[in-house]
Nanobody, 123 residues
Framework: QVSLAQSGGGLVQAGASLRLSCAAS????????MGWFRQAPGKGREFVAA???????YYADSLKGRFTIARDSAENTVYLQMNDLTPDDTATYYC?????????????????WGQGTQVTVSS
């Protein structure tokens, strides 16, 4: 089992930055791939970014350049740095962990999920 504890998020104005954190505990060998997804009200869960190992990163095309995913292996923590936020980024953000996969953009590739954290961007 892997437990994921998320932190960060909150209410910010458009143009601001936020950093989300996701700390993994338990059998962290099961969390080779870690990803971020988000879900806005009335919409489905959307892939944001993922990291495989320490350096192989994947991003949603629409977010590449504004969002950065990074991993601190020593701390078993993954970060999502979000810059130049817009109201369209308002959503609940979920951290996820799973085994090595080449389908990191798909939520079905992940076995463990964090509790979610709210990000609200005002105009």
């Amino acid at each position: 089992q892997v437990s994921l504890a998320q932190s960060g998020g909150g209410l910010v104005q458009a143009g601001a930055s936020l950093r989300l954190s996701c700390a993994a505990s338990g059998h962290t060998s099961l969390s080779v791939t870690m990803g971020w997804f988000r879900q806005a009200p009335g919409k489905g869960r959307e892939f944001v970014a993922a990291i495989l190992g320490r350096e192989n990163t994947y991003y949603a095309d629409s977010l590449k350049g504004r969002f950065t995913i990074a991993r601190d292996s020593a701390e078993n923590t993954v970060y999502l740095q979000m810059n130049d936020l817009t109201p369209d980024d308002t959503a609940t953000y979920y951290c996820a962990a799973g085994p090595k996969t080449f389908r990191a953009r798909y939520s079905s590739s992940y076995n463990f999920w964090g509790q979610g954290t709210q990000v609200t961007v005002s105009s």
